[in-house]
């Protein structure tokens, strides 16, 4: 049935024979086949198969490159290989990926016949979507960069005000632009690192008495100074952070901005509502006592979210960033993960549950939502042993759950590894690429600015000698990085060890 659907024609010979009012001639880059007209009917949106409805010579040139007439074959310029896919989905109704085909070349060919992706298996239409996805974002940051280097190249008044505004922004955003943003970077990774080690501090037990009696002694007051500052160059470098941001509201909106906010926020709050008094108490001579505790607890917890401080190593960590990059893609690896988690716990709780409770008389499993506990300890191997079975049927389901936890574990963790090993290569060579950018930018600068100087002192008279143009230690070390980077390159191209196909 596939080869009465669509044939390959190996001879010329054999074109002879053909009945052109049964079959139709698709020539593709010079590969010919043969397909029945009612196949071609079955599918009238494609390109293919609006051949069907051409009744001249300016219809058929509006759907294929070429018409034979004395031969009746239709000729297409397009890719032999590719076509494969198509011909696979005429014949067999079943549209699938290459292996060695690119991703983005198949959704132009599948464009380009008119075959929607609707029909394409569950899987290969998932890594299509994927893949779409990747470029569309690495397009829509390209072409942000190239306005933003668009605006950049406009000649506009060198105000005061803008050179100020630019020198904050390489020294915020960009910590490979001088001195300066290596600096402020470096005293953010130090205020991170000193707010969690004074929040973990806080916890200790003299600390908490003294909070508890509300005394405070000469550590307590230490540890507040230490707070504050740290408090005090966050929220400094959050307003400087929002002063530079050429777009007001997307800087309100971006994730690792609200974290800092919801950082920097309780501090301002604790200072604001205090846990101690009087008034409130007056006011509430039966339940300020209750009242004051909430009060407490509430100011505790805002303490505590000092913690998210920790999120803001991820503009300066390539790891942090593409942890968060493998979360985001890798989203329904996670969610079969988690799936099969619950499915097994939901299996091996009433099992368990039986076994100790019912056939032993076991307290420990009174109940199954209790057993939920130690199952999902159990088939996560971590086993804190605070619930154990004692019974021979129960060891067994023991066991057969901690078999079954690390296969589940297993099952989803290659998938999650190559999608992180990609994400970070790219991430890598998305840096490299930009810090590529900045030294030839950089360095086109010092060019212009060389040669600037040169037609100005050949300006200014005869016997006025032409200064030489000359590099600072800056542009001589941009341009130092700018070859190590170009061999590193080199070097790595020589030396790369690509994934297997599957993992993309």
Same mark, same amino acid.
Request: contains cysteine; aromatic residues 8%; neutral net charge.
């Given at each position: 049935?596939?080869? %009465?659907?669509?044939? +390959? ?32 009917? %079955?599918?009238?949106?494609?390109? !293919? @198969?609006? !051949? ?99 605006? %950049? ?70 540890? +507040? ?10 929220? *400094? ?8 941001? %050429?777009?007001?509201?997307?800087? *309100? ?38 009242? !004051?505790?909430?009060? @407490? ?10 913690? *998210? ?30 799936? +099969? ?52 049927? @129960?060891?067994?389901?023991? *066991? ?6 690390? !296969? ?95 993992? +993309?």
């Amino acid at each position: 049935v596939y080869y %009465q659907r669509a044939q +390959f024609i190996r001879r010329p010979e054999d074109l002879l024979s053909i009945d052109h009012a049964a079959l139709a001639v698709i020539n593709v880059g010079g590969n010919r086949y043969t397909f029945p007209w009612s196949t071609l009917e %079955q599918f009238p949106l494609t390109r !293919l @198969g609006r !051949l069907c409805g051409c009744r001249s010579p300016e219809d058929i040139a509006s759907i294929c490159d070429d018409y034979d007439e004395a031969r009746k074959e239709f000729f297409f310029d397009r890719s032999p290989s590719a076509f494969r896919v198509i011909l696979n989905f005429l014949a067999a109704g079943k549209l699938r990926l290459l292996r060695e085909m690119c991703i983005l070349s198949l959704h132009d060919e599948l464009t380009y016949w008119g075959v929607e992706m609707a029909y394409m298996e569950r899987c290969c239409k998932r890594k299509m979507y994927t893949r779409i996805e990747e470029v569309h974002e690495k397009e829509r940051r390209r072409q942000e960069r190239r306005q933003k280097n668009a605006m %950049q190249r406009v000649t506009v008044e060198e105000t005061q005000y803008r050179k100020v505004m630019n020198w904050l922004r390489d020294m915020v955003e960009n910590p490979q632009s001088g001195l300066p943003g290596k600096i402020f970077a470096c005293l953010s990774v130090i205020m991170v690192a000193v707010t969690v080690v004074s929040l973990c501090i806080s916890t200790m037990p003299d600390l908490r008495e003294e909070e508890d009696r509300g005394e405070c002694s000469s550590k307590c007051y230490n540890m +507040f100074i230490i707070e504050t500052v740290c408090v005090a160059w966050f929220s *400094l470098e959050f307003i400087l952070r929002f002063i530079q941001a %050429q777009s007001k509201l997307d800087f *309100l909106r971006g994730p690792l901005n609200i974290i800092d906010a919801m950082a920097i926020l309780p501090y301002y709050v604790s200072l604001v509502v205090t846990e101690k008094d009087p008034e409130l108490e007056h006011e509430r001579p039966g339940g300020g006592k209750g009242y !004051l505790d909430k009060l @407490g607890l509430v100011l505790r917890i805002l303490r505590a979210l000092r913690i *998210l401080y920790v999120m803001r190593l991820a503009r300066h960590s390539l790891g942090l960033q593409t942890l968060g990059l493998t979360v985001r893609r890798s989203t329904r690896e996670f969610g079969l993960l988690l799936l +099969f988690l619950c499915v097994a716990v939901t299996l091996f709780s009433p099992l368990v549950h039986l076994a100790e409770s019912e056939l032993t008389g076991t307290h420990d499993f009174s109940s199954i939502p209790a057993s939920y506990w130690w199952a999902i300890i159990s088939m996560t191997t971590v086993g804190y042993g605070d619930m154990v079975p004692r019974s021979i049927p @129960g060891q067994v389901v023991a *066991l057969s759950s901690i078999l079954s936890g690390i !296969l589940i574990m297993a099952f989803p963790a290659t998938s999650i590894f190559h999608m992180f090993s990609r994400s970070y290569q790219e991430l890598k060579m998305e840096h490299d690429r930009l810090f590529k950018e900045e030294c030839v930018a950089a360095a086109a600068a010092a060019a212009a600015s060389g040669e600037q100087q040169e037609a100005g002192g050949e300006g200014g008279g005869e016997n006025s000698a032409p200064p030489k143009m000359h590099l600072d230690k800056d542009n001589m070390h941009l341009l130092e990085s700018l070859a190590l980077l170009g061999k590193g390159g080199e070097a790595a191209g020589n030396n790369n060890h690509s994934l297997p196909a599957a993992a +993309f």
